[in-house]
């Protein structure tokens, strides 16, 4: 069993920032891929970020390419998601999310998923 548990979300104006953490616990967390989606009201489910075990390889959803950063520490079994230039657009509840493969993350078809967290962007 993998417990995801998000932090850092809240409210905050358009162009400003902020980082998102998730803490992972359970077996073998830090060998697998982890990653960030989004669902805004009334919206489908949306795909933000995603890295590999060891950092190698980064995965980006288009919309939020040169202003977010997804990075992680596995001696702290935790995944980051630093956002800047924040828009309107970007206000939704993020998840975090891991699987043993990248396909899994990226497509969505992840077994594990934390609670989310409020991300609000304000004009």
């Known amino acids: 069993q993998v417990h995801l548990v998000e932090s850092g979300g809240g409210l905050v104006q358009a162009g400003g920032s902020l980082r998102l953490s998730c803490a992972a616990s359970?077996?073998?967390?830090?060998?697998?891929?982890m990653g960030w989606f989004r669902q805004a009201p009334g919206k489908d489910r949306e795909f933000v970020a995603a890295i590999t075990w060891n950092g190698d390889r980064l995965y980006y959803a288009d919309s939020v390419k040169g202003r977010f950063t997804i990075s992680r520490d596995n001696a702290k079994n935790t995944v980051y998601l630093q956002m800047n230039s924040l828009k309107l657009e970007d206000t939704a509840v993020y998840s975090c999310?891991?699987?043993?493969?990248?396909?899994?993350?990226?497509?969505?078809?992840?077994?594990?998923w934390g609670q989310g967290t409020q991300v609000t962007v304000s004009s």
């Open positions: 359970g077996r073998t967390a830090s060998t697998w891929t």
């Open positions: 999310t891991t699987d043993p493969t990248t396909s899994g993350v990226v497509g969505g078809r992840s077994r594990y």
